[in-house]
């Protein structure tokens, strides 16, 4: 694999090609580290109706790259049809996939892996110009970020799934207390929100455009454990105040009282962790917590979630250019002392590491570590095309869902960017979410 970490050249058909061959790969290493480290049994069984069985990742991966590489850009026929439906996300809820006839283990594995080397042989002959799925590469890049979007999801699953630990990465580098301010001051006026240049970007993103912000404080550093643990020992989950009448409903329903996988124990609060127990770490960005628990907590604190827009500015625009930047530290693709990504770890790393991916403003860990709620419903940006189908993000525009920025440990480079917008429903708290809030200036 490359150590090029340059933007991906649009007008260089061989570099794109190599760069779309190691994101391929990349992702299916991790697949296969992710449905290899269990048994059968865990595999077909279905640990949360919430989400699938791991099988049916497997599959659904292979059967999407079939779709969209083979049959999109190959023409070829397709190779097995008759599975199209059961593997269609939108014809059948996670909770009822368990009942389908799916493929078994063994038989994911070879459609996968038949459909890979296909695939690489569409690759190998692709032309990388004209318009739409063939332009610089699109297809195999958005199969590239639609299976590492689906490895984050069966990560969510390993960590639901009961039992003892499967997976193991080294804990990320210990980091010196973080001795900065605890917010930074972003001016106020226009900036480039989304892009039209970025060439796997996937459709919400685009287009660019501008838009004019005030000026706003954001927290300088995601919100850690120990300063939401204030929040839940001063009553947080006990007074009405601070939450939306919705987030009251909802906690009160299902009896929330601290984050997901917590649980107060002798004195001291614990956390369940990919099949392991271990005390809280107080500096830690706090992690599976609802959007209406991240509300809650803003209001608490005399603050806010930011505005999606007010974090894409925070996290790109560079005041000495005016120019907004693909990352935080720059164009260059994120490297490991940036940020913490791809399942390098297996937490997020404590608040303030990752100097070097700090916004030119100084925020730190905007990218990596932790999905960030804002206070954005996912809306699309003036002038949005639905591309390369409208189930993609058209269907789920609307106050329905909340926007998420920035990333998480479980996150690839490859599905993350400064434009990146991710999104979900308020109540959702197994997915690896954590914020940091604002303030008017």
């Given at each position: 694999?490359?150590?090029?970490?340059?933007?991906?050249?649009?007008?260089?058909?061989?570099?794109?090609?190599?760069?779309?061959?190691d994101?391929?790969?990349?992702?299916?290493?991790?697949?296969?580290?992710?449905?290899?480290?269990?048994?059968?049994?865990?595999?077909?069984?279905?640990?949360?109706?919430?989400?699938?069985?791991?099988?049916?990742?497997?599959?659904?991966?292979g059967?999407?790259?079939?779709?969209?590489?083979?049959?999109g850009?190959?023409?070829?026929?397709?190779?097995?049809?008759?599975?199209?439906?059961?593997?269609?996300?939108?014809?059948?809820?996670?909770?009822e996939?368990?009942?389908?006839?799916?493929?078994?283990?063994?038989?994911?594995?070879?459609y996968?892996?038949?459909?890979?080397?296909?695939?690489?042989d569409?690759?190998?002959?692709?032309?990388?110009?004209?318009?739409?799925?063939?332009?610089?590469?699109?297809?195999?890049?958005?199969?590239?970020q639609?299976?590492?979007?689906?490895?984050?999801?069966?990560?969510?699953?390993?960590q639901?799934?009961?039992?003892?630990q499967?997976?193991?990465?080294?804990?990320?580098?210990?980091?010196a207390?973080?001795?900065g301010?605890?917010?930074?001051?972003?001016?106020?006026?226009?900036?480039?929100?989304?892009t039209?240049?970025?060439?796997?970007?996937?459709?919400?993103?685009?287009?660019?455009?501008?838009?004019?912000?005030?000026?706003?404080?954001?927290?300088?550093?995601?919100?850690?454990?120990?300063?939401?643990?204030?929040?839940?020992?001063?009553?947080?989950y006990?007074?009405?105040?601070?939450?939306?009448?919705?987030?009251?409903?909802?906690?009160?329903?299902?009896?929330?009282?601290?984050p997901?996988?917590?649980?107060?124990?002798?004195?001291?609060?614990l956390?369940?962790?990919?099949?392991?127990?271990?005390?809280?770490?107080?500096?830690?960005?706090?992690?599976?917590?609802?959007?209406?628990?991240?509300d809650?907590?803003?209001?608490?604190?005399?603050?806010r979630?930011p505005?999606?827009?007010?974090?894409?500015?925070?996290?790109?625009?560079?005041?000495?250019?005016?120019?907004?930047?693909?990352?935080?530290?720059?164009?260059?693709d994120?490297?490991?002392?940036h940020?913490?990504?791809?399942?390098?770890?297996?937490?997020?790393?404590?608040?303030?590491?990752?100097?070097?991916?700090?916004?030119?403003?100084?925020?730190?860990?905007?990218?990596?570590?932790?999905?960030?709620?804002?206070?954005?419903?996912?809306?699309?940006?003036?002038?949005?095309?639905?591309?390369?189908?409208?189930?993609?993000?058209?269907?789920?525009?609307?106050t329905e869902y909340?926007?998420?920025?920035?990333?998480?440990?479980?996150?690839?480079p490859?599905?993350?960017?400064?434009?990146?917008?991710?999104?979900?429903?308020?109540?959702?708290?197994?997915?690896?979410?954590?914020?940091?809030?604002?303030?008017?200036?």
């Amino acid at each position: 694999m490359t150590d090029d970490r340059s933007p991906i050249p649009a007008d260089d058909p061989e570099r794109l090609r190599e760069r779309a061959l190691d994101a391929l790969t990349t992702a299916r290493d991790r697949t296969a580290l992710l449905t290899t480290c269990v048994d059968e049994r865990d595999l077909v069984a279905q640990h949360s109706p919430l989400m699938s069985p791991l099988v049916w990742d497997l599959a659904h991966i292979g059967n999407q790259e079939e779709l969209w590489l083979l049959r999109g850009v190959g023409g070829r026929e397709a190779m097995r049809p008759e599975i199209d439906g059961l593997y269609d996300a939108f014809e059948h809820s996670r909770a009822e996939r368990p009942s389908l006839p799916l493929l078994s283990p063994d038989e994911a594995r070879r459609y996968a892996t038949e459909v890979r080397g296909h695939a690489l042989d569409v690759l190998e002959k692709a032309p990388f110009e004209g318009h739409g799925l063939d332009e610089a590469g699109f297809a195999f890049g958005m199969i590239a970020q639609h299976e590492q979007q689906h490895d984050e999801t069966m990560l969510i699953t390993h960590q639901l799934r009961p039992g003892p630990q499967a997976l193991t990465a080294p804990d990320p580098e210990p980091a010196a207390p973080y001795a900065g301010p605890s917010e930074v001051l972003v001016p106020g006026g226009p900036f480039t929100m989304g892009t039209s240049t970025e060439p796997w970007a996937l459709d919400n993103e685009r287009p660019a455009h501008e838009r004019l912000v005030p000026a706003f404080h954001i927290d300088a550093v995601p919100v850690t454990n120990g300063a939401y643990l204030a929040f839940i020992e001063d009553g947080g989950y006990e007074n009405e105040r601070w939450w939306t009448p919705e987030g009251w409903l909802h906690i009160r329903a299902h009896g929330l009282e601290a984050p997901l996988y917590w649980r107060r124990e002798g004195g001291q609060w614990l956390r369940r962790r990919f099949g392991a127990t271990e005390v809280v770490p107080p500096d830690e960005p706090v992690l599976h917590v609802c959007w209406y628990e991240a509300d809650a907590y803003a209001r608490w604190a005399g603050r806010r979630l930011p505005t999606e827009t007010e974090w894409e500015k925070a996290a790109r625009h560079d005041p000495s250019t005016g120019r907004s930047r693909r990352y935080p530290w720059g164009d260059a693709d994120p490297a490991h002392e940036h940020a913490n990504l791809g399942q390098r770890h297996l937490r997020p790393a404590p608040a303030g590491s990752y100097p070097a991916g700090a916004s030119p403003l100084g925020v730190r860990q905007l990218i990596g570590d932790v999905w960030e709620w804002t206070s954005s419903d996912f809306l699309p940006y003036p002038g949005f095309a639905a591309f390369p189908y409208k189930e993609y993000s058209e269907v789920f525009f609307g106050t329905e869902y909340k926007v998420l920025r920035g990333g998480s440990f479980a996150v690839d480079p490859v599905a993350c960017r400064g434009t990146f917008r991710n999104w979900d429903y308020p109540i959702r708290r197994q997915i690896f979410s954590g914020f940091r809030t604002a303030r008017d200036a």
